[in-house]
């Protein structure tokens, strides 16, 4: 089992930075796809991007592709989340999952954290 907790999220102007992190408690983090999802207000929760277990691969959603990266830290359970360029319409609640399968689809990930805030000012 693991527990996920998200931090980082915050108040931005638009072309400005954040990084989330989502550190994670439990032995199956090295072997997990971590993922990272957003849902805005009135809209269903997105695939934003995802990473293997041993970080060599990597996928994104088209919208953030070029702006943000991401990334894992097995010693230290973490998985990051680099944010640039941002937009008003990258505002939104992300959170961070752990799965088995390297997949876009959210059905496939078991573990989720609480989520935090992001906000684009423009």
């Known amino acids: 089992q693991l527990q996920l907790i998200e931090s980082g999220g915050g108040l931005v102007q638009a072309g400005g930075s954040l990084r989330l992190s989502c550190a994670a408690s439990?032995?199956?983090?090295?072997?997990?796809?971590m993922g990272w999802f957003r849902q805005a207000p009135g809209k269903e929760r997105e695939f934003v991007a995802g990473i293997s277990g041993s970080g060599y691969s990597t996928s994104y959603a088209d919208s953030v592709k070029g702006r943000f990266t991401i990334s894992r830290d097995n010693a230290k359970n973490t998985v990051y989340l680099q944010m640039n360029s941002l937009n008003p319409e990258d505002t939104a609640i992300y959170s961070c999952?752990?799965?088995?399968?390297?997949?876009?689809?959210?059905?496939?990930?078991?573990?989720w954290g609480q989520g935090t805030q992001v906000t684009v000012s423009s």
């Open positions: 439990g032995r199956t983090f090295r072997s997990s796809v």
């Open positions: 999952a752990a799965g088995a399968r390297f997949t876009t689809d959210t059905k496939e990930y078991k573990y």
